[in-house]
T-cell receptor, first 116, second 111 residues
Framework: GAVVSQHPSRVICKSGTSVKIECRSL??????MFWYRQFPKQSLMLMAT?????????EQGVEKDKFLINHASLTLSTLTVTSAHPEDSSFYIC????????????FGPGTRLTVL | GENVEQHPSTLSVQEGDSAVIKCTYS??????FPWYKQELGKRPQLIID?????GEKKDQRIAVTLNKTAKHFSLHITETQPEDSAVYFC??????????FGAGTILRVKS
């Protein structure tokens, strides 16, 4: 149980375009999902906390107008990178917290974004 | 906010030896400390976690210790095997809320 999927696994796009990444909890309901960015050989940096039915909470330094997060249901959160630039190229990983339990976060497989 | 520091950044051990990775945290409100193992290009996998109401937790070859007074916690892997080679991340935060991750430790187990 507690499986989280992400789609797509890899995406290459041109500079200036927008990219949407989906994060789904497959066998549980997730009140809260988290979005992280991981640059090569670096740690996971939390970008935002996504709560179902409410606005996301962004970490300091993360542009909310550039990284749009929507958590429309208890099983789906989306991250849209708007007007992507090469410096946005990174590994984006989501995690989800099981609604009925406490602290453990289950991670998705990640999405490798490359902006040309 | 919370700040988590992790040491060492790389660790090489001989197969069968023990490995210890240490982390410190800054926010006394943090009460949940998970450890994740991440292989190249894959998702982080939770290997063990500890809450602040206990000082030690063990699961087979893996153990975690927590010192709330000193605000540090450690991961101990005994009888290391080549398949333990990966990047290990500690994290800290309030149970059920966001986590702050350490910088990671590259563990290499030499056979």
């Amino acid at each position: 149980g507690a499986v989280v999927s992400q789609h797509p696994s890899r995406v290459i796009c041109k500079s200036g375009t927008s990219v949407k990444i989906e994060c789904r909890s497959l066998d549980f309901q997730a009140t809260t999902m988290f979005w992280y960015r991981q640059f090569p050989k670096q740690s996971l940096m939390l970008m935002a906390t996504s709560n179902e039915g409410s606005k996301a909470t962004y970490e300091q330094g993360v542009e909310k107008d550039k990284f749009l997060i929507n958590h429309a249901s208890l099983t789906l959160s989306t991250l849209t990178v708007t007007s992507a630039h090469p410096e946005d190229s990174s590994f984006y990983i989501c995690s989800a917290r099981v609604r009925t339990s406490g602290g453990e976060q289950f991670f998705g497989p990640g999405t490798r974004l490359t902006v040309l | 906010g919370e700040n988590v520091e992790q040491h060492p950044s790389t660790l090489s051990v001989q197969e069968g030896d023990s490995a210890v990775i240490k982390c410190t945290y800054s926010d006394s409100a943090s009460n949940y400390f998970p450890w994740y193992k991440q292989e190249l290009g894959k998702r982080p996998q939770l290997i063990i976690d500890i809450r602040s109401n206990v000082g030690e937790k063990k699961d087979q070859r893996i153990a975690v210790t927590l010192n709330k007074t000193a605000k540090h916690f450690s991961l101990h892997i005994t009888e290391t095997q080549p398949e333990d080679s990966a990047v290990y991340f500690c994290a800290g935060g309030e149970y059920g809320n966001k986590l702050v991750f350490g910088a990671g430790t590259i563990l290499r187990v030499k056979s």
